[in-house]
């Protein structure tokens, strides 16, 4: 019986190493192409998709952003990166009572030879235990049916693939930041 479970447990840790390997090669930027963007349109297209859920939610949107700023990058990575960081403050957000302290401000700005672009929100925030396995595969904070733990893990996946960093900074029960520092040579 014991070399049954042993089996069964190498297959599902094989199944898991598949997926992994799977995910990372979503992110893979090499075969996807590079252009010239507009950074703030790529942001703007991004939140597009999240009108609605702004406005059911109640959540003001503060985006600050130099309107002629290029980068060369993959406009397509940019947007699910955008897409899961704003998704994931949304989520914060929904559950705070008071609707008129609801706020995601989006900064892009320029500082030294970085463009750094952050995701801050003003709702629950994430505990130092937490902030730890943020970006780790299936981990995920979110009720069950929720979430599955992949958005970060693909975020942190997509930053690093086009070498770029990323950093959280949070106050558990205040707030929560995102940064995102691009090199400018990019």
């Known amino acids: 019986?014991?070399?049954?479970?042993?089996?069964?447990?190498?297959?599902?840790?094989?199944?898991?190493?598949?997926?992994?390997?799977?995910?990372?090669?979503?992110?893979?930027?090499?075969?996807?192409?590079?252009?010239?963007?507009?950074?703030?349109?790529?942001?703007?297209?991004?939140?597009?998709?999240?009108?609605?859920?702004?406005?059911?939610?109640?959540?003001?949107?503060?985006?600050?952003?130099?309107?002629?700023?290029?980068?060369?990058?993959?406009?397509y990575n940019l947007i699910q990166v955008f897409l899961n960081l704003a998704i994931n403050a949304i989520d914060s957000l929904k559950d705070k009572e008071t609707a008129a302290e609801k706020i995601l401000a989006i900064t892009i700005a320029v500082e030294e030879e970085n463009i750094i672009i952050s995701f801050f929100d003003n709702g629950c925030g994430i505990d130092a235990a937490t902030q730890e396995k943020i970006f780790a595969p299936f981990f995920t904070t979110k009720p069950s049916g929720s979430g599955n733990g992949l958005g970060l893990f693909i975020v942190d996946g997509i930053v690093s693939a086009m070498n770029y960093t990323i950093a959280l900074t949070s106050e558990h029960g205040e707030w929560t930041k995102f940064t995102i520092r691009i090199p400018t040579d990019k």
Do not use: C, W
């Open 1 to 75: 019986k014991k070399i049954k479970y042993l089996n069964l447990m190498e297959t599902g840790v094989d199944l898991i190493n598949n997926l992994i390997q799977r995910l990372l090669n979503l992110t893979n930027t090499s075969s996807h192409a590079f252009s010239r963007l507009n950074l703030k349109n790529v942001l703007d297209e991004s939140l597009e998709f999240l009108k609605s859920q702004l406005s059911s939610n109640r959540i003001t949107l503060s985006v600050k952003a130099p309107e002629e700023l290029f980068i060369y990058s993959n406009k």
